[in-house]
């Protein structure tokens, strides 16, 4: 029987740990249950120890950055979960057009503060509301660009080889993924950024930002999109041509404003969205023979 309070007292050594943390207020969707520990290491190294920890004593994990493409069971995880954010979020410039990004940083802050020297090319992906961690393992795209469309290399740590380097082509970027093992962590990212006039690149940001703005529910509470689109099609499409805009489970509804988003209206459970989830596969299979794919990324759920 696993001793949470010691490993607790442990991890300490390594970050700010929580015991029996509710996770609804670590995710955007605002739904989830506790967690034994949640521990933010103080910086890379801390991260590299406690998670030393966790493997030597085989307990399960997962890892977090800002918790917004994640939907935690109401049952929470029984496990530790390692929020990678505050002290893991330097944004420092190497050489010429290489700029280093650690992964729990706001990708968001990271494209701006990149701006204000006069480098950019990404601004299209500044309205992802991830870190820069979240945007690697799932190759962020917005308006026809990709985060790897600049990626040079990624810092990974894994269990089995510690902290490497690998390039962007050996990580076998596609949409919505890499090649990564499970288990393996993201550290940081060297990305190649173009020469922009910064006035020029925030006019950018703006726009990509307004157009989100008419055309996504960012006002409330939810987790991106919820399905990858399908080869050649629109996700939210066929669920509007389904007939499921709007529709709703309890305080869980799809959004009337993009049928790709499902929201939490103040009091929905993760059980009512999973439950919309299913409905919404079940009509869109049974109307157009389309299997859709989950792009949020679930925990504690028996799928």
Known sequence: ??????????LADFGVVERDRKLATLTS???GGDARIVIEPFDKNSLADCIRIIWDENLPYYVIGKGTNLLVSDNGFDGIIVKIDGGIDKIEHLDGSLWHWESGASL??????CIESGFGGIEQLAGIPGSVGGATVMNASAYGVSFFDKVKSVEILSR???IQKFSSNEL?????GIEIADGSIVISV???LDRVSPELAREEIAKYLSLRAENQPIDKKSAGCIFKNPEGLYAGKLIEDAGLKGFKINDAMVSPVHSNFIVNNGKASATDIMKLIEIIRKKVFEKFSVELELEVKTLGFEL
Do not use: H, L
Not at 108 to 113: D, F, G, P, T, Y
């Open 190 to 192: 060297d990305i190649a």
């Open 108 to 113: 968001k802050s990271a494209i701006e503060k």
């Open 29 to 31: 969707f605002g739904v």
């Open 1 to 10: 029987m696993t001793d949470w309070d010691d490993i607790a007292k442990r």
């Open 172 to 176: 076998e970027p596609t949409y919505r």
């Open 160 to 162: 089995e080889n510690g």
